[in-house]
């Protein structure tokens, strides 16, 4: 059972352009909400995360935005630059287990 | 200073060997886990240690997985009878446990082909 969906599994946006990945999860027991980023032959690392207690989250170009009710949270880059080019995974935890879902490859195109 | 540490970097068998894949974690972090990445695919939860408790091997896909973290610092992963279908990325990754705090710090993978 896939407790956290990712959308798109892929993403081409042109440099300066706006990146938007979505999640949707199931368990209303989560209480904690990352997004990793992780480069070719790297592991993953935390980029930004947020807490179901505030609607939105701005890191400079990274926003969450996240929908309680909907159990729903996205990111969204804005300006959007090559150096971005990386695959993107939300998670969710409650306690210590991470859940990620499926990965986005994002591609910012020159 | 220092991050999670994984070797070997790469390691290519022949099906039906054994494999062992060793973690270091950052100093101090009592939490330790282990996940698969296939090719182009998400991150596939293995097995969790926490401390000195046993740990959370809900995710190990069968008998021919084990791992064992000694003195509560490195972990090794052991794969026996290996499969083509093992091929995959291992991930590392350590993290303070804490209550409601979970950043995970990833090492940077040990690379499994079986031939």
């Known amino acids: 059972q896939q407790q956290v969906k990712q959308s798109p599994q892929s993403l081409i946006v042109q440099k300066g352009g706006i990146s938007i990945i979505n999640c949707a999860y199931e368990?209303?027991?989560?209480?904690?909400f990352p997004w990793y980023q992780q480069f070719p032959g790297k592991g993953p690392a935390l980029l930004i995360a947020i807490r179901p207690d505030v609607s939105e989250k701005k890191e400079g170009r990274f926003t969450i935005s996240f929908n309680k009710s909907a159990k729903q949270f996205s990111l969204h880059i804005m300006d959007s630059q090559p150096g971005d080019s990386a695959t993107y995974f939300c998670?969710?935890?409650?306690?210590?287990?991470?859940?990620f879902g499926g990965g986005t490859r994002l591609m910012v195109k020159p | 200073g220092a991050g999670v540490s994984q070797s070997p970097s790469n390691k290519v068998t022949e099906k039906g060997k054994d494999v062992e894949l060793r973690c270091d974690p950052i100093?101090?972090?009592?939490?330790l886990y282990w996940y698969r990445q296939s090719l182009g695919q998400g991150l596939e939860f293995l097995i969790y240690f926490q401390g000195n408790s046993a740990p959370d091997k809900s995710g190990l896909p069968s008998d021919r997985f084990s791992a064992e973290r000694t003195g509560g610092s490195v972990s090794t992963l052991t794969i026996q009878r290996t499969q083509q279908e093992d091929s995959a990325v291992y991930l590392c990754?350590?993290?303070?446990?804490?209550?409601?705090?979970?950043?995970?710090?990833f090492g940077p993978g040990t690379r499994l082909t079986v031939l």
């Open positions: 100093s101090g972090h009592t939490a």
């Open positions: 998670a969710a935890s409650k306690g210590n287990m991470l859940t």
């Open positions: 368990n209303t027991a989560f209480d904690y």
């Open positions: 990754a350590s993290s303070v446990s804490m209550a409601d705090y979970n950043e995970q710090f």
